[in-house]
């Protein structure tokens, strides 16, 4: 379903409509056969067809596999029935609780799930070598890059986080080549990320984006793309799950790039915290 959700925002309005219909209720739509899928959706069979290829699904009956073998995931654990949903007007605030901590282990553990390690290995590597390394993103993508900067830093990387698009745009045209831009936008659509990324792509350096949909404008613009895993709900809960499933991807690269010169991260976290010992 995490892929499914990811590639819904490039399909057609048509096929948006039935991966829609798929992620909000993937066991029901596994028991339907194509036509009853097609008239719920108001599109035909062939659009249905068209939908699962654009998901690099051979067909409907690989479709309604994966379908029920996400509904069988959702389902194993009876502790967590009902959590999925959306949060109701009148939910009690129980069910709230219950709600958002499920969203936000879900982004987590889904976002480890799909990781490409091969992208992050490589990420890893241009992080290590650069001379400099800015970071762009807006609002809860901001944070996230602010975190990153704050874990870097200490480490005695020279990164700076721009959360001002001004600011950034003005730094990303001082990059050059070995340098890295690292972009973070939940959408890929965030028009001052993309123009900040693109701004230093064409100053010659390396483009990293990190978003939670694959075929955005921003993952096409890069030259390497992490990818989060995050289901948008109520109240926007996407810039809370969206948010954490970031900040794991961050820390993941936070503790690979340490992990390369382990005895310069050890010296430099210790130094850094002796420096503010006595402010505890």
Sequence with gaps: ????????????????????????????VAAMTISELAARCETSETTVVRFCRA????GYPDLRIALAAAAGNAGSDQSWTGVGSEIAEF???EDVVRKIGFADANAVRETV???????LEQVVTALVAAPRID???????????????QKLHRIGRIVHAWPDPH??????????????????????????TID??????????????VTNFPRSKIARLADHVLTTAAAETTFRSGAMASRIA???LVDCLFVAVAQRNYAETVSALERTYDAVRSRR
Aim: glycine content about 10%; overall charge negative; some cysteine.
């Design 196 to 209: 900040c990324l693109t701004r230093a792509k064409s100053a010659g350096a390396t483009t990293v984006a």
């Design 135 to 149: 970071l762009y993103g807006v609002g809860a993508s901001g944070i996230v890059a602010l975190d990153l900067q």
């Design 113 to 119: 799930r799909q990781l490409d390690l091969a992208v």
């Design 55 to 58: 998901v690099d699904l051979a």
């Design 91 to 93: 939910d009690p605030l």
């Design 246 to 248: 970031a900040l794991t």
């Design 167 to 192: 600011s950034a745009l003005t730094s990303a045209a001082l990059l050059g080549r070995g340098d890295v831009a690292l972009g973070i936008s939940h959408t890929g659509s965030t028009r001052d």
């Design 1 to 28: 379903m995490t892929h499914i959700r990811s590639l819904i925002p490039s399909l057609a309005p048509a096929e948006q409509r039935v991966g829609q219909a798929a992620a909000a209720d993937p066991a029901g």
